[in-house]
């Protein structure tokens, strides 16, 4: 825990910014520890990103019960610090200031707020793959276009392609057939896992 905290400080030393930084809750591991992070994101001037507990991959035993929504995150916020919500210009985070000028903070609610018709996120993976979903099955090859001596504007096509094409709604549907049985649950393929999409 020393050297991320030494490294998140150096970072900010060097004038890197915003630092922005991740975490994800998860029912009874570490929904005690939301009001300690937005305070000391605070105290330091970093934005804080909260991350419902996503069924990413096939190995996390996800389970919606473990998962604590975003209302929910927002509320143990304001028990310490007035916040109003602001506009999300880009990117999945629902994002609030706090009442006093001190920061802002988000929240990604993939499970309980979907917004996989405004998703804007596209990964490359070390191997050299371009997925378009977190939950993704599989990747597109860019590798073997680049070492095929492709120029710039034939990736640039091939990536719009390749996004022009794309049908994601992994958390659309699954919110839809966890709606239908009263919980949101996984759907059943397989799916790639963070180890490989990093991040």
């Known amino acids: 825990m020393s050297a991320v905290l030494a490294g998140i400080f150096e ?7 915003p630092i922005k930084i991740n975490a994800v809750i998860m029912r009874e591991e ?5 009001v300690p992070l937005a305070e000391f994101a605070r105290k330091y001037g970093f934005e804080m990103r909260f991350i419902e507990y996503m069924d990413v991959g096939n190995v996390n035993h996800w389970s919606r ?4 929504p975003k209302t929910e995150i927002i509320e143990l916020i304001r028990t310490r610090f007035p916040l109003e919500s602001v ?12 009442l006093d000028g001190i920061g802002k903070v988000g929240v990604i609610a993939s499970i309980t707020e979907p917004f996989c018709g405004n998703c804007t996120r596209a990964r490359i993976t070390a191997d050299g793959k371009l997925v378009t ?19 710039d504007l034939e990736i640039v096509e091939r990536v719009r392609s390749i996004w022009r094409r794309r049908t994601d709604q992994y958390s659309e549907n699954r919110l839809a057939a966890g709606q239908s049985n009263s ?10 896992e963070m180890i490989n999409l990093g991040g």
Do not use: M
């Open 11 to 17: 970072a900010n030393h060097q004038g890197l910014e």
């Open 30 to 34: 570490n929904e005690n520890d939301v």
């Open 65 to 68: 019960s473990k998962t604590v």
């Open 87 to 98: 506009p999300t210009i880009s990117g999945p985070s629902v994002n609030y200031r706090y």
């Open 133 to 151: 979903c977190l939950f993704s099955s599989r990747g597109h090859d860019l590798k073997q276009l680049l070492r095929s001596g492709a120029s």
């Open 183 to 192: 919980l949101s649950r996984t759907i059943s393929y397989p799916k790639l």
